[in-house]
């Protein structure tokens, strides 16, 4: 069968859709892979998972503790796709609902303190890193993972919480960052937070000093797509 990705995106707004459309679709073309994008409430129907090897999950402005018009779909999706053994990257929201549909929503909590910025991970060995070297990834979030069966290999990490996950040795995965991101949209994002919460310079932090560091964050992404 030929390599066939699903891209299943959950962001609301029409600027957020589209900057995470763009930012996978320069690693799909990059790996000479095709790709069909549903946008839940927008496009007209979800395909048959027949058609597909890989699915991306993407953020979303919910949390994924709650109950949204979406659970139901995407969690009979991800069941679809393990039950059949197809491959899965799910960021950041989509990492969180990934561990509540495998292992419950008691995985998931609320941070006393939001992650957005440029942080600092430790990686241990795996496929999903090849060619990553001490990454500095971006963060947008308020919830995390933790405390987690031993269905799942943690697979990186940093100070603050569980950063990237394997499920049961399968090509299945949680990253809790954001590589399809670029600069303009992270700023975008942190702009966005800044205006809503005062509280943002105190949760915001910054290592990104190089830009080599960030140029590898692509190779998250397509190491995925080329399993």
């Not at 947008?140 to 799942?152: G, I, K, M, S």
Request: overall charge negative; hydrophobic content about 40%.
């Amino acid at each position: 069968m030929k390599t066939k990705l699903l891209v299943y995106n959950i962001m609301e707004y029409p600027e957020k859709i589209r900057m995470f459309n763009e930012g996978v679709s320069q690693e799909i073309d990059a790996c000479g892979m095709y790709a069909d994008f549903y946008i839940f409430g927008k496009s007209e129907k979800l395909w048959e998972i027949n058609n597909y090897t890989h699915l991306i999950i993407s953020g979303s402005e919910a949390s994924a503790m709650d109950e949204s018009p979406w659970t139901k779909e995407l969690t009979q999706l991800i069941t679809d796709f393990i039950i059949s053994d197809k491959k899965i990257l799910a960021i950041c929201y989509g990492h969180q609902f990934l561990v509540r549909v495998l292992a419950g929503r008691e995985y998931v909590f609320k941070m006393p303190v939001a992650e957005y910025g440029y942080s600092k991970i430790k990686i241990n060995k795996n496929r999903l890193f090849e060619g990553i070297n001490k990454p500095i990834v971006l963060e947008l979030h308020y919830d995390a993972v933790r405390n987690l069966p031993d269905e799942f290999e943690i697979i990186a990490e940093n100070n603050t919480c569980i950063q990237a996950i394997q499920y049961k040795g399968r090509d299945v995965f949680g990253v809790q960052f954001h590589p399809e991101f670029d600069r303009k949209a992270a700023q975008y994002f942190f702009d966005e937070a800044r205006s809503a919460d005062p509280e943002f310079p105190s949760f915001f932090h910054n290592y990104h000093n190089n830009e080599n560091a960030l140029a590898q964050n692509r190779l998250f992404i397509r190491n995925f797509l080329k399993m």
